[in-house]
């Protein structure tokens, strides 16, 4: 028991009570300490003896060696029916199981393909961002279920996460694209060759007038002073190019001017990108997929 982690008598006694209110009532020795290890706190413990627990192996306060005596305990933590518990299972399954293994345990996969499809939006990020994303050698089933994360969470941590993670894969994550972009929900899957692979698939051209699958924001610096006439200028630029009616928005701050332009369809972006590129006044600061969570923050602020 010395390589265990202590906790409390009276956690110990909720642990108990927890699993088995019936079972007669134990005399116990108060002055001398109580041990639970960490896989019986995650398997049979409160709520908050799992979120404790779970805490100490994510924090490195457990000395004792993380080994497959965690995967019961871990997959009971899986099936939670508490949120964080489930998000914090999937982060411990992927930083002990997966990060640095050649070959992670197969229930450990299963785990986290299961927590990738839940339906808190944490758990899957977890899932996914410290899970299967990890995994060194990809199989082409596990790269395709990584496209499909990507095309499904917009989120940009989580998107670029996954398009990092397959580069070792590009081949095959071309060939997969191809054949995703012939189907339902193209559009989302040529966003996502371009971002990629830096071009256009061969068959570009019938994506070029389709609604993008959702907004696409520049955030944009320029040289001008004046947020008028730079924003002016700007939209004369565009239209010029064919990208008639941008959404810009410019403000001053701290006597620099700073333009936001929102584009809509799949050619006004490559527009955008190519008047931005040739005009000397202006450069791209940070462009990203608008989500409905980044569409509040910038409501907020104007």
């Known amino acids: 028991m010395s390589k265990l982690a202590t906790f409390s008598m009276l956690a110990f006694l909720a642990v108990q009570t927890s699993v088995n209110a019936q079972e007669k009532p134990r005399n116990y020795n108060l002055s001398q300490p109580v041990t639970v290890s960490i896989q019986d706190a995650l398997a049979t413990g409160s709520t908050h003896m799992k979120m404790h627990a779970l805490n100490m192996m994510l924090t490195g306060k457990v000395t004792t060696e993380i080994d497959d005596s965690f995967l019961k305990p871990l997959t009971i933590c899986a099936a939670d029916e508490v949120t964080p518990i489930r998000a914090l299972t999937a982060k411990a399954l992927g930083q002990f199981f997966v990060t640095g293994k050649e070959y992670p345990p197969a229930k450990v996969l299963q785990l986290l393909q299961e927590l990738a499809s839940d339906d808190s939006k944490d758990v899957r990020f977890n899932a996914i961002y410290h899970g299967l994303t990890q995994i060194k050698n990809k199989t082409p089933e596990l790269a395709e279920r990584l496209i499909d994360y990507a095309a499904n969470n917009r989120d940009e941590i989580l998107f670029d996460r996954i398009l990092v993670s397959l580069s070792a894969y590009q081949s095959q994550a071309i060939e997969i694209l191809n054949t995703k972009l012939n189907g339902e929900n193209g559009i989302v899957y040529y966003e996502i060759y371009e971002e990629f692979t830096g071009k256009q698939p061969p068959n570009a051209d019938k994506f070029a007038d389709m609604p993008s699958s959702r907004p ?66 202006y450069s791209i600061v940070q462009e990203f997929w608008m989500t409905p969570e980044i569409e509040v923050q910038l409501e907020s602020l104007k």
């Open 216 to 281: 696409k924001l520049f955030i944009i610096k320029t040289t001008l002073s004046n947020a008028d006439t730079a924003a002016a200028k700007l939209e004369d630029l565009l239209a010029a190019a064919g990208l008639q009616n941008p959404l810009i928005d410019s403000s001053d701050q701290s006597g620099q001017v700073i333009m936001m332009l929102t584009t809509y369809i799949t050619k006004d972006i490559s527009t955008a990108h190519q008047v931005l590129k040739d005009a000397a006044e």
